[in-house]
């Protein structure tokens, strides 16, 4: 959690969740990510699949554990190595992908810099970000913009259903295409700022 930032009850929650990985010991901890990283092999998922949350857990603890490090599994079948935390590469999609690139599930750094994601594919994600940028920062617009806008509740709900119509064709049109390069995928299904949440993506 970024320093300064109020722990809500949802950051507690996870935390509750993420005692039963704290747990494993070492090899445990290592033998369940891989099994687990070969069970997501393959495919595009959602940022809020339960299996998606739970190896989020468990990665992050192997992470702060540097598991990967003291190689106590092989890498799974299928990956690479991340170069930010020599962990499986596993990149996560957000919002921000055309601009800051992708990150890793490890360590929440960058893992793949916009300028290394395969040619065709980064274009197409770039307009992207740029087709969904001005449309989040609806939510984001300040009192005097708000006032300046005929309706803002209107305004705000067109983009919440634009944001909506962009998420969707991410996972169906540019997602899968990653799937040629990386093992698997995990994408954002949602945008809290407008208050897009998973079940509003429709694929």
Known sequence: MPEGKEETSLDKLWKEY?????????????RWCSQTLGQLRGRAWRLSHPLVGAYRLAAQQAHD???????????PAGYVEAPCCRAPLLPLLTRDVGTAGMICM????????????PGEIRDSLVDWTKAYGP??????????????????????????????????DLAAEHVPRLLEHYAAV??????ECLEVRPEDIQL
């Open 18 to 30: 993420a005692k039963g990985f704290c747990d494993f010991d070492d090899l445990t901890l290592a």
């Open 65 to 75: 554990r540097q598991i990967w490090l003291q190689r106590l599994v092989n890498l």
């Open 106 to 117: 490890h360590c929440n750094e960058t893992a793949v810099p916009v300028d290394q994601i």
């Open 135 to 168: 449309i989040h920062e609806v939510a984001h617009w300040d009192d005097e913009r708000r006032r300046q806008s005929v309706d803002y509740d209107a305004a705000f709900e067109d983009a919440a259903q634009k944001v909506e119509d962009l998420l969707a």
């Open 186 to 191: 995990v994408w954002e299904d949602q945008d």
